[in-house]
């Protein structure tokens, strides 16, 4: 959703933008083809060598950081606020088709599912060989919103018993056992998509403070600056959602209270009431992208 994505920024010519999840470099390369200058974030220390090397024509007006967005208050500071950010939450292509980074059920590769390898030791086999059925379950149900979530946990503490499981088609076969159906069938929506999602939230802890950077991230624009999310699952997407309505300075105090205390005021304006999606083009073109939602906000004067 490039194009969606700019128009609400409208990037203008010198301008400074915050990419905060740089991954392949596709928002940063039309921000910089239009003549914005781009401080590019990203976790994964490996993405950010390729974004490089895809954006080496624009090393003069592109900063690349290793670094996770939720630090972006620090990394700013000494900088000009921004004019624009644009945090796209989902992962890159780049991650699902390389079969050692364990994100693919298609493509068989170690269990590790880490966004920084260089910076995480926990990776989604140590996961799923020692955590206790209860939390396996919970993970599941909770981050992937997995219907056999129970089932699945118990089949992962049973095979573990005997023989670890070691990689994504060994998890994935598990996961067509418990629930029935080929795990290499094409569908809408893959037997193993849900418990996958949720594995890989749980490693890389994508969910924690992901409210407060929607939040810092506005703060630190500039007035008239603006801020854009894309999400690709409704855990996320929620979380964008009730930090945005959170900036738009609706009282906080309880229903008891007569009158307002809070002192609360409006710190951005949403300007999606209801957030964009792809069209069907897109969609048909890059399967991926049919759940993205894209919200974002302005900032107002302080």
Known sequence: MVEETLKVLAVKPGGFYVDATLGAGGHARA??????????????????????ERLAEFAATLDVVHSDYRELPALLAGREAPDGI???????????????????????????MRLDRARQTTTAADLLGTLEEEELARIMWAYGGEPAARRIARAVVRRRRSQPLRTTIDFALLIEEVKGGSSHKPARVHVATRAFQALRIAVNDELSGLESFVKDAVLCL???????????????????????RALTGRCTCPPAFPICVCGEKPKATVLTKR???????????NPRARSAKLRAAERLVP
């Open 31 to 52: 921000i910089l083809e239009r003549g914005g200058r781009v401080l590019g974030l990203d976790r994964d220390a490996e993405s950010l060598g390729r974004a490089r």
């Open 86 to 112: 644009v945090a796209d939450l989902g992962l890159s292509a780049d991650h699902y088709l390389e079969a050692e980074r364990g994100f693919s059920f298609r493509l068989e590769g170690p269990l590790d």
């Open 222 to 244: 500039k007035p008239g600056g603006r801020f854009v999310a894309l999400s690709f699952h409704s855990l996320e997407d929620r979380a964008v959602k009730r930090a945005l």
């Open 275 to 285: 957030p964009i999606t792809p069209g069907a083009s897109e969609s048909a073109a």
